[in-house]
């Protein structure tokens, strides 16, 4: 949980420090957004140990800020939730970290991170730690309508923890909104 808040708090800090930047130089005719928020869906295959994967759907918030058009930080928070043996199991994570993007024709967008944090799962069990380290790997795609502050994305993104004794990579696949400042 401490992560999770520690991302949420980047994000926020994102946010508010993108909101309260001036622009400088030549305004164009096309806007240029230095920040972004995202909300949406996600789906997480969890491998807990070998042979054993949990199925989790849950939200995904993350905020970019962009100090130059192509690179940005990024501060991701997920939260998903399943079910395994009639238990319900949660995941919450939260990771920041560089994002590039490339800009394409017809409002396309590109994009590829690498962030670290941390998770916490639950239940807990006999066999280690609820927190744990992690990793995420990945990219998507921002899909804008033309001259729009919003954006639809798709993402898929590798996860990688250590919860009991061996390492987990799971695949994490978003789809959602981003509002563009």
Known sequence: ?????????????????????????????FANNSAEV???????????????ATNMNGFNFSGVYYPREWVGLDG???????SQGGTSTQFFMGVAGPRFRWDMSRGISV???GLAGGTHF?????????GAFAF????????????????????????GTNY??????????????????
């Open 1 to 29: 949980m401490r992560y999770a808040a520690l991302a949420l708090g980047l994000i926020c800090g994102i946010v508010l420090v993108a909101g309260g930047a001036s622009a400088q130089g030549v305004q164009g005719v």
């Open 38 to 52: 995202y909300g949406g869906y996600t789906f997480f295959r969890f491998y807990e140990v070998p042979h054993l």
């Open 76 to 82: 991701e928070v997920v939260g998903a939730f399943g």
């Open 111 to 113: 994009w590829g991170h």
């Open 122 to 130: 639950s239940p807990k069990t006999p066999f280690g730690s609820q």
């Open 136 to 159: 995420e790997a990945g990219g998507g795609i921002d899909l804008s309508p033309r001259h729009s502050r919003m954006a639809y994305r798709v993402s898929a993104d590798l996860v």
């Open 164 to 181: 009991f004794g061996t390492y987990q990579l799971s695949p994490k696949i978003s789809t959602g909104i981003v509002f563009k400042f």
